[in-house]
């Protein structure tokens, strides 16, 4: 049995997994990405925050694209803001739309925080999810529950990743507006009724 540690996980795969566990097996299991509006529109948004550059307002220093990483959780990835006031860091985090409740992105924000506070050696209280639509921030706690919750998705997604496994579609109100539609096909193989009349399909003898 191998002692070596396992790889760090990208902080972005929590979002994806929080979101719907085959969209993050499709990306991180089997290396599947498209784009759709939806995601270049989120490029788009990121635009600003995604060259590094560090600014001071108002007596806050203001990081863009700040590096993360976590030793003891084995997280990796680029935060979009970090405010520093008093020293202590604010992480700050884009989404495309309007503003409402994002789950998966208080569990992305939430692991930002870890990372910082190992990284700063210090508390991250909290931080905010900037809605570009409404131009809004939605301040997020990072309360026992959120970094229960955290922690939870860091261990589902190791387990995944560990596995291999790639979960079944889901076909709900999450696969319309996901830009892996056509990888997924949630409308054809979403029960294993469907995905057993498709597999004996496309593997039907000829006569």
Do not use: W
Not at 62 to 87: C, I
Not at 147 to 161: E, G, N, P, S, Y
Not at 170 to 186: A, K
């Amino acid at each position: 049995m191998s002692d070596a540690p396992e790889p760090r996980l990208m902080i972005s795969a929590l979002e994806h997994y929080a979101y719907c566990p085959r969209q993050c097996a499709l990306i991180h299991v089997e290396q599947s990405y498209q784009e759709n509006v939806y995601t270049l529109r989120g490029n788009r948004d990121h635009d600003r925050v995604d060259e590094p550059e560090t600014e001071l307002r108002d007596d806050v220093r203001v990081e863009r694209a700040l590096p993360l990483y976590s030793e003891a959780l084995g997280l990796t990835g680029r935060a979009d803001v970090v405010e520093f006031d008093d020293g202590t860091p604010y992480p700050i985090e884009y989404k495309h739309g309007e503003q409402r409740r994002h789950e998966p992105g208080r569990i992305q924000l939430c692991a930002q925080a870890l990372c910082l506070e190992e990284m700063m050696d210090g508390e991250v209280p909290a931080g905010a999810l900037y809605h570009t639509g409404a131009h809004r921030r939605q301040e997020v706690v990072f309360t026992k529950e959120l970094r229960t919750d955290t922690r939870d998705v860091i261990d589902a997604v190791r387990a995944q990743l560990r596995d291999q496994h790639v979960p079944s579609p889901v076909n709900d109100d999450r696969c319309p507006p996901c830009s892996l539609q056509t990888v997924c096909m949630p409308e054809t193989v979403d029960t294993p009724e469907r995905q057993r009349h498709e597999t004996d399909r496309l593997f039907a003898a000829e006569d």
